[in-house]
């Protein structure tokens, strides 16, 4: 127990999804990897499940359910994107389990991503979670490797 | 305060992408941006609130630019729009 909440305390960010994480330079979109939205990590995914990164209040989850945004209970506007030009998908592959101005906490399940399904169509799954107002951000370093969701610290931060 | 309004092209409307760069060139201007949308507005300056808006393609959004280098920053907001929304 002791252990964990090593990984749960409030300057951490875990990992929205079981698999690799990496950094966001790697990301193939600039959007992501010239950090033009933030920066922060992203997960190679190797299961459907994406949970809560963080604890705080789900902003908007877009309406083709590819991204959501994440306030943070300490102010951290967090966004999480489905895979890369997903929103073309225009929903098919993702199931939404929370609603706008629901509360979650780090670990909570809030959406599935079908994997397998959205690579077969072509898309790219790699999932950045990227804060976008890094003004409020003293330090960020992301935490690559192997990581399992909800549990392992990706991004750590300093207000 | 100056403004203008525009006909979003793209077929995703203002997702991630072309929020995060709307977002970015309203940043380097020094005027208070805003968009205006089916009567909510939001501050261009902040991901978040643009991103709130759910602007699709075909909506109409009205940008507004108030301060000094109002004419300047809204004639860039206007080019962007027209090259990348």
């Known amino acids: 127990m002791g252990f964990l909440s090593k990984f749960k305390s409030k300057n951490t960010i875990v990992a929205q999804q079981s698999g690799k994480a990496v950094t966001v330079n790697e990301v193939p979109d600039p959007a992501f990897s010239d950090k033009i939205l933030g920066d922060g990590i992203a997960i190679i995914p190797s299961e459907n499940k994406v949970v809560a990164p963080i604890s705080g209040t789900i902003v908007q989850v877009a309406d083709t359910m590819h991204a959501f945004c994440i306030e943070s209970d300490d102010g951290l506007e967090v966004l999480v994107h489905l895979g890369l030009d997903t929103v073309k998908l225009e929903g098919k592959g993702f199931k939404c389990h929370v609603k706008t101005g629901q509360h979650v906490k780090a670990g909570d399940p809030v959406m599935d991503m079908d994997i397998e399904f959205i690579k077969n169509e072509g898309y790219n799954v790699i999932t950045p979670c990227i804060i976008t107002n890094m003004d409020k951000i003293k330090k960020i370093t992301a935490v690559t490797g192997t990581a399992e969701s909800g549990k392992t610290g990706v991004i750590k931060y300093e207000i | ?85």
């Open chain 2, 1 to 85: 305060m100056k403004k203008f309004d525009y006909i979003v092209k793209v077929s995703e409307g203002l997702h991630a992408r072309p929020a995060g760069l709307l977002v970015k060139c309203a940043k380097d201007c020094s005027s208070d941006i805003k968009i205006l949308n089916a009567g909510k507005s939001a501050d261009a300056k902040r991901l978040f609130s643009v991103m709130s808006l759910g602007v699709k393609q075909n909506d109409k959004i009205t940008l507004t630019a108030e301060g000094n280098n109002e004419d300047n920053d809204l004639e860039k907001l206007k080019l962007f729009c027209e090259k990348n929304i």
